[in-house]
Structure formats: structure tokens, C-alpha cells
């Protein structure tokens, strides 16, 4: 049978015209990413064969009693030939998986993926960081060879299939033989180019340094004829004083497909009752798919040192999605199911003394390596706080956690450090949500706080929103939103004679303010005067009880439709408009022209909270009139 040509997937071309084109200088890396699938492809064999099996922990990796080979991966440089070959003995793929796998990328997020891709791309440097996260680690082949066959059979099958591909945006298949289920990939290398970091790959001297260097760890003998040349010890079982940095390193990005180096390494040892080992870490940076319902997981589940799944949510709660690692659950059957894995209560107990493990780790980066932090918490934070509202126990750590910006100065800060700043009589703290860092720096409300020397907190993710809302308290002070009408700055005694001062200039406007509000009694809730203003004319703020306007629009987004809440709009009696409009208007509440100030008085304090008006066309019409009435 003839070979059959196919096209590869738009994204894939884009991608491999990435890679062959790279710039990036440690090409090195591809024998990682191959070995690293022919890992995967073992493990995937392995589990195959021994679940189901009774007592099947100690499949090893010897040879299977079908006279199937020792599950392995072998390589073989030839100098003359200019090659490298990569076999493994795993699971093998179909000719449909290769046309799927290796053709094309169907993960989600591909399109933002290639556009970061090539941003980076743009200033000079392929982002390799971005390929491995996203996991198409078999293409970066592609910067050491210009050509690559891949020959493959699938666990079960007879036939193998063959795959030829040069790289330039199309690849053939064909029917093949192989003796037994597995995967051979030979690469034709390209020309030695030390200075552009291509090494002569078909060196045996130059791949066993890469091996070792990489995937020392990796579960299964790497060999070169007769030599292994990695040590295949499972790196969590191994005392921490015996593994290097560059090991732990090392096995990080086997493990998480990341480039970048781990920004925290946390090795978890639990023994007593239960016997467990965990290697966590924290990534450098947040994945582009942080957000994405369809990321991947980030811990593998092992029982005694076999792997046993991938993503195993049950390990580690959706808050901290992004830690990547792997536990070794000594006690647990191999057998285990998903739906047996959420009621296992072993499982229950480590899943409770990870997550110790990792909110630790960040209380003492927050506490020793500040700016880290500050940096740490920019990417993750948003996904740390959806902890406080999914999952009740770890609240009161996340809380501690937290890092916000604030009216005290440039620099975030922390709530212990907000609490040690607070005045003498101030029984709360003072917080403000808003849609971006700078709607939230320059909103009104803060300047009757700002002006009274009381701090508040800025908050702008739009998770904020949603755990703000439930007032937590932190120690036994309640986080308090100041977009709330019943939340006045100051002490008990700064409110009483705020209030008493209210209440002398309401004598004052109030035939103003209950014309003001006729005029745009559909809109609000009511008209109100305020002592939080100091330059502002006007500001929104929600009634004790209902959501804030912010929180209206979110949920709104989030498709879900919201019972319409009106806004209370307050008023600033000292701004000098307010004399000039009880002069000009007296009592007279059906002058238009009043109606179309106070329709402005709404818009401006609409702009000031989210950066739009709710009704462009009557704003626009209310601003006409006044700008014709001036002149
Ligand atoms: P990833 O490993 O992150 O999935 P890759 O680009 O490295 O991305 O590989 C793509 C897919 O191709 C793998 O998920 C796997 O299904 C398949 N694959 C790659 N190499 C092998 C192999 N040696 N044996 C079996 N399947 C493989
Ligand atoms: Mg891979």
C-alpha cells in the first residue's frame, strides 16, 4: 500500500514552523519531551497490564510471560548515518491516534497558545516555556531533525503504522511491521551547530549526558545496547538531603511539561498510620489556561512507585489546580477507581495534609521572600481566593494569605499588616472592589475615608467580588466594603457627628434632593447625602442588603440574570453645585433642566464605579441640555 499524504492541522504548521525556526538555544530539551512520552506510553502499558490484576503491585518492569520485551526505552545513535532512534515498548498507537495525536492538536486554548507563542516569537525568541506547558513536546523533534519517522503499533493489534513527516506542513502514513506494541522514532538529525546549541545528537557521549541529565529518574531503563544509562530511582522516595536542586529541577519539568525552573519544591513525607510521599511544586508562572475549565490537573496518583492516573482531582482542591507533582499512596489498592478514590478517607487525610503543605510553603514565601510573593500572587492569587468560596476549612488560611493594594502606599499589602496599621476606635476593615486597579485607585467613595486618614483596601479580581461579599473576618476584625451605604468611616463618635452634620445640611437640601430623586426615580433606589464625599459630586453605593452594581454585572456575565437591584445615589452637600442648584431651582421639581442635572450626577458617579453609564443615550441627552442651558 502506498503512503497516504495528509496535511497537518493549521495550528500544528504554524507551531512546527515555530520550531524549526527556533531560536532557542538548549534544543537539547526534545530528547526530554520524547523520552517523556515514551514514559507515558510505558506507564500507560503498564497500568494496562496490572489493574485487574490481584496483588498487581509489584508488576515490574521485567519482561511479560506473553514473551512481550521488558518494557523499556533503548536509543541508538548512528554517526555515519546521522541518525538518533528512539524506541519505547509502551502502549503504542493506533493509525487513528497517530493521525489524532501527531497531526493535530485538539486541547483547548490552542489559538491563544500560538498567539503567545508568536508574541514571543516576535521579540526575538520562541517561548519554549509556552510549548511545554501546553504539552506538544513531540514537535520540538522538530528543531534537531528535518526529517522524522515514527513507527508504531498499538497494545493488541497486529498491524503497525508508519509516519514520515519533513516538517514543512504535511506528513504521509502507511501500513508498517514492528515486531511488538511500541514506538520507534528516527530522527535525521540536522547539521551540527554548537553555537546555535544543535549538538551532534548521534553521539553516544553527548545523548547519555542528556539522558542523565533530564530523566535520570525516569521509571524505566533507558538503554543503550546492553548500558543503562539512568538510575530510575522514583525521586519523592529518596531522602531530600540526597537530591540535588538540578534533580528536583529536573524532575519537575519530566513531570509538568513546563521549560521554566519551579519557583517552590515541596517534598511531603507521611508515615504513622498511612505511608505516603509527595513531590509538589509551585510553577513559576500561571498557565494561559488557568482560568479554562478544561486545564489539566496538576498531580499524578502512584501506588508504590506505579503509576496510577493523571489529574487526580480528589488529591488536591480546584484552588490550587496549578501545584503539579506526584503522591506515592503506599496503602491504597492499585485497582482504584475515581468514584473509589472520592470516598477513600486515606485519600481524604493526605489530599487535607497537601494542601497544609502548600498553604505553608506560600505563608513562608510571603513572610521571607516578599517580592517573590508579590509576583507569586499576581498570577495565582485569583485561583488561591476561590478557595474562600468553595471550599469551607482553608478560609482562614487563604485569608492570611491574601496580598491587596492599598490607600496606605504603592506597595500590596497583607491584612495582619492592615491591623497593625488601624486607627484607635476603627472596628473594621475597610475594603473596596472595582472592576480594574485603577477604577478602584480613583473611585469617590474613598475620599471621605482617604481624608479621615482611614485606609482601605483595593480589590479588583472578580473573584473578589464574590468572597468580599460574605464580610469574612479576619481575626476578630470583619472585612468591610465601603461601596455599601451603611459603611461610614471612622470610629463610633467620627460617625455620630458626621451623622448630626447630615442630618443639619439635609434641613437644608432636602426639597433639593427629594427633586433630585423625582427625576430619576426609575433608576435608583434613593437619593441620598453623604459624608464620604470630599471633591466628588457624587457616588453609588448598595443598600445594606443588596448586591453591589459590580456584583450585578458579574453575575450578569456569568449568565445568570440577577433580580434588578436599583443603586442608592449619594451626594456630596459640600460641592459647591449643590447651593447653586438650590438657587437656581428653588423648589420647582419639575424644571427639566433639574431633571437632566440630576440625570448627570447619576452618569458621573456610574462612570466613576464602572467605567460606563447604564443609559448612554439619556446621559448624552441630559448633557445637551445643560450645555445649552450655559451659554
Ligand atoms: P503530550 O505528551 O503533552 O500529550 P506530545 O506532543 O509530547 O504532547 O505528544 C502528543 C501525543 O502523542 C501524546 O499525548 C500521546 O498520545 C502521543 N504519543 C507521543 N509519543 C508517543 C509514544 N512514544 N507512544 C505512544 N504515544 C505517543
Ligand atoms: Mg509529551
Same mark, same amino acid.
Given at each position: ?408 502606599g504603592e506597595q500590596p499589602t497583607t ?96 426639597? %433639593?434632593?427629594?427633586? /433630585? $430623586? !423625582? #427625576? ?5 433606589? +434613593?437619593? =441620598? @447625602?453623604?459624608s464620604r464625599l470630599t471633591s466628588s ?39 459647591? %453645585?449643590?447651593?447653586? /442648584? $438650590? !438657587? #437656581? ?5 419639575? +424644571?427639566? =433642566? @433639574? ?37
Amino acid at each position: 500500500m502506498t503512503a497516504e499524504r495528509h496535511e497537518f492541522q493549521a495550528e500544528v504548521k504554524q507551531l512546527l514552523d515555530l520550531m524549526v525556526h527556533s531560536l532557542y538555544s538548549d534544543k537539547d530539551v526534545f530528547l526530554r519531551e520524547l523520552i517523556s512520552n515514551a514514559s507515558d506510553a510505558l506507564d500507560k502499558l503498564r497500568f494496562e497490564r496490572v489493574a485487574g490484576t490481584e496483588g498487581g503491585t509489584e508488576a515490574g518492569t521485567e519482561a511479560g510471560s506473553d514473551g512481550q520485551p521488558e518494557l523499556g526505552i533503548t536509543l541508538a545513535g548512528d554517526a555515519a548515518a546521522r541518525t538518533l532512534t528512539i524506541a519505547d515498548s509502551g502502549i503504542g498507537m493506533t493509525r487513528d491516534e497517530v493521525i489524532k495525536n501527531i497531526g493535530t492538536i485538539a486541547k483547548s486554548g490552542t489559538k491563544e497558545f500560538l498567539a503567545a507563542v508568536k508574541a514571543k516569537a516576535n521579540q526575538g525568541a520562541l517561548a519554549p516555556e509556552l510549548i511545554g506547558q501546553f504539552g506538544v513536546g513531540f514537535y520540538a523533534a522538530f528543531m534537531v531533525a528535518d526529517r522524522i519517522e515514527l513507527v508504531t503499533r498499538k497494545a493488541g493489534e497486529t498491524t503497525a503504522t508508519k509516519w514520515v513527516s519533513t516538517g514543512d506542513g504535511a506528513y504521509t502514513i502507511e501500513d508498517a511491521e514492528r515486531d511488538h506494541s511500541g514506538t520507534t522514532i528516527t530522527l535525521h538529525l540536522k547539521a551540527v551547530d554548537d553555537e546555535h546549541g544543535l549538538h551532534d545528537y548521534s553521539n553516544d557521549r553527548v545523548v547519555d549526558d542528556i539522558v542523565k541529565r533530564y530523566s535520570d529518574f525516569v521509571a524505566y531503563p533507558i538503554k543503550r545496547g546492553e548500558t543503562t544509562l539512568n538510575s530510575m530511582k522514583a525521586i519523592w522516595d529518596r531522602p531530600k538531603s540526597e537530591v540535588t536542586e538540578e534533580e528536583y529541577k529536573d524532575f519537575y519539568k519530566h513531570l509538568s511539561h513546563d521549560w521554566n525552573d519551579p519557583l517552590r519544591t515541596i517534598p511531603v513525607k507521611m508515615e504513622g498510620t498511612l505511608e505516603a510521599y509527595a513531590l509538589l511544586y509551585l510553577p513559576t508562572k500561571p498557565s494561559f489556561d488557568l482560568f479554562s475549565p478544561e486545564m489539566k490537573r496538576g498531580v499524578q496518583l502512584y501506588v508504590k512507585r506505579v503509576f496510577v492516573m493523571d489529574e487526580c482531582k480528589e488529591l488536591m482542591p480546584s484552588y490550587l489546580r496549578f501545584v503539579k507533582g506526584v503522591v506515592d499512596a503506599h496503602d491504597l489498592s492499585l485497582n482504584v477507581s475515581r468514584e473509589i478514590l472520592q470516598k477513600d478517607r486515606q485519600i481524604a487525610i493526605i489530599k487535607k495534609q497537601l494542601v497544609k503543605k502548600v498553604l505553608g510553603s506560600l505563608d513562608e514565601m510571603k513572610r521571607d521572600a516578599r517580592d517573590q510573593y508579590l509576583e507569586f500572587w499576581a498570577g495565582f492569587g485569583p485561583a488561591i481566593k476561590e478557595g474562600m468560596v468553595t471550599s469551607e476549612g482553608d478560609s482562614e488560611k487563604i485569608l492570611d494569605l491574601v496580598v491587596a493594594g492599598t490607600t496606605h502606599g504603592e506597595q500590596p499589602t497583607t491584612l495582619a499588616e492592615y491591623v497593625s496599621r488601624m486607627k484607635e476606635g476603627q472596628d473594621a476593615i475597610y475594603v473596596l472592589t472595582g472592576t480594574s486597579k485603577e477604577a478602584v485607585a480613583r473611585s469617590p467613595l474613598l475620599e471621605g475615608f482617604k481624608a479621615k486618614g482611614y485606609e482601605v483596601l483595593l480589590f479588583s479580581d472578580p473573584i473578589d467580588e464574590i468572597w468580599l461579599e460574605r464580610e469574612p473576618k479576619f481575626g476578630d476584625k470583619q472585612l468591610k466594603s465601603i461601596g455599601r451605604g451603611d459603611v461610614q468611616p471612622g470610629s463610633e463618635d467620627e460617625r455620630k457627628a458626621d451623622a448630626a452634620a447630615i442630618e443639619d445640611q439635609r434641613r437644608e437640601l432636602g426639597d %433639593l434632593l427629594a427633586c /433630585l $430623586k !423625582a #427625576a430619576i426615580e426609575t433608576d435608583v433606589k +434613593d437619593v =441620598r @447625602l453623604s459624608s464620604r464625599l470630599t471633591s466628588s459630586p457624587s457616588c453609588l453605593v448598595a443598600d445594606e442588603h443588596d448586591l453591589t452594581p459590580r456584583m450585578q454585572k458579574l453575575l450578569e456575565q456569568m449568565g445568570q440574570a440577577p433580580p434588578k437591584v436599583l443603586p442608592v445615589l449619594e451626594l456630596n452637600p459640600k460641592h459647591p %453645585l449643590m447651593p447653586k /442648584l $438650590k !438657587a #437656581a431651582f428653588g423648589v420647582n421639581s419639575t +424644571d427639566p =433642566r @433639574l431633571a437632566a442635572y440630576a440625570r448627570l450626577l447619576l452618569g458621573q458617579a456610574y462612570l466613576a464605579d464602572t467605567g460606563s453609564v447604564p443609559n448612554p443615550e439619556a446621559f448624552s441627552k441630559a448633557l445637551d441640555d445643560v450645555m445649552l442651558g450655559a451659554i
